[in-house]
């Protein structure tokens, strides 16, 4: 048994001690191990995912559909962080402001259905990382239990390709606001044009993609292995961007950085 192998095990027991588990689940790697890893345990579980404006739509129909091959009902938890003044305002403490928000929705319903204990997917890697919505899961007594496994980033995709489930090489995403610079008004309008502009750059299958919306500018980030290919392709990237409402659009050289 691999080292994996073994962390797996030892979660797996860590989720049956607790017998009935909310799950909170957004079809990404780290959530989808979580979520296998519970139903192995033989607990009680019961799947959470928050839908709104400030996800993107297709991800948000893999991950039924992810949900669906593994045999779980997923309850969906709206939020509307559009009228949320504090989210709107888009300070550095966005992050935590949306962690809150969504956990706090799942917290009333598991109360209504006496679950005790919510699990979330942040993985051994997270922690690298300074993440303010982290703060919101320790003030709302959200347990990491990959973390607490000591599983990494690429412990998770190991596992999930041995067990066979499909997203295990899928990269990870994060929401439309975060395309957003901080002290940027956040408006249904940007949210659409970004989602919009990384759905017209997709068949170029970049790794990485993320478009950053500046207004009347737009900065695109790559892997950095896939920058010489955006620059090639800088005549199509302009056709497809420029009706949007960019008047400039720029290559960021460093690539994506996280």
Known sequence: MSEADEKY????????ALGKVAVAFSGGADSTLLLKAALDSGAEVTA??????????????SALALAQGLGVEVLMVRLDLLND???LRNWEDRCYICKTVMFQRIR???????IEHILEGSNLDDLKRMRPGRTALVDLRVRSPLQEARLGKGEVRELLQEKGIPN???PSN???????????RITPKILARVEWAERLLSPFHF???R???HGNWVRIEVAPQDIPRLFELRAQVLELLRPLGYARVSLDLDGYSH
């Open 174 to 184: 994060t929401c439309l606001a975060t395309r957003v610079p901080y002290d940027v």
């Open 48 to 61: 959470f995912m928050a839908v709104g404006d400030i996800f993107f739509a297709e991800e948000q129909k």
């Open 168 to 170: 295990w090489d899928t």
């Open 207 to 209: 790794e990485r993609l």
């Open 9 to 16: 095990q030892r979660l797996v027991e860590s989720i049956a």
């Open 85 to 87: 003044e504090r989210f």
């Open 211 to 213: 478009v950053r919306d």
């Open 108 to 114: 009333k319903e598991c109360e209504r259905r006496g």
